[in-house]
């Protein structure tokens, strides 16, 4: 909300500040998690079932600072997007392996999504506006062994 209107265009920028100083005031942070819902058709319902429990289902999504028709995005500088793409790949591919569809793809858009801040850096959708919170927190657990899995194997 910018002076009481929303304004989606300025978020990453405003949000950019409260990211350096968190990363700033903890030098030891390692990853940076991006968590959002994704917005579908209300007829579409992202959930599967993990562990027995109904699970939203998630899908990384990755900034590149590059547009196909014209090239890199000058003003947009990330060079952690290689790092960022490999670590959100190697996300999908354990949780794949262990969960089947609970992950639904790797999305690549043209913008930067503040993951320029740190080689590890991703935004991860989980579910959509349309998931119960029961499906969101089932989500973590699952999530969360994918992180310590391939957080551990990078060591």
């Excluded at 903890?26 to 917005?39: A, F, M, S």
């Excluded at 500088?77 to 790949?89: G, V, W």
């Amino acid at each position: 909300m910018i002076d009481g209107v929303l304004d989606r265009s300025k978020a990453y920028e405003n949000s950019f500040s409260g990211i350096s100083k968190i990363l700033a005031e903890n030098p030891t942070i390692e990853v940076v998690i991006d968590l959002h819902r994704d917005g579908v058709d209300e007829e579409t319902h992202l959930v599967t079932e993990v562990n027995g429990k109904p699970t939203a289902k998630i899908m990384f999504l990755n900034g590149v600072s590059r547009s196909n028709l014209n090239g890199e995005i000058d003003y947009l500088e990330n060079p952690n997007k290689l790092s960022n793409l490999a670590f959100s790949f190697q996300l999908y591919l354990a949780g794949k392996e262990a969960y089947g569809d609970f992950v639904r793809k790797i999305y690549v858009r043209s913008l930067r999504y503040n993951l320029h801040v740190m080689p590890r850096a991703t935004l991860i959708e989980a579910g959509a506006q349309n998931n119960t919170l029961e499906e969101e927190k089932n989500a973590m657990e699952p999530l969360a062994a994918m992180l310590d899995k391939v957080l551990r194997n990078s060591h």
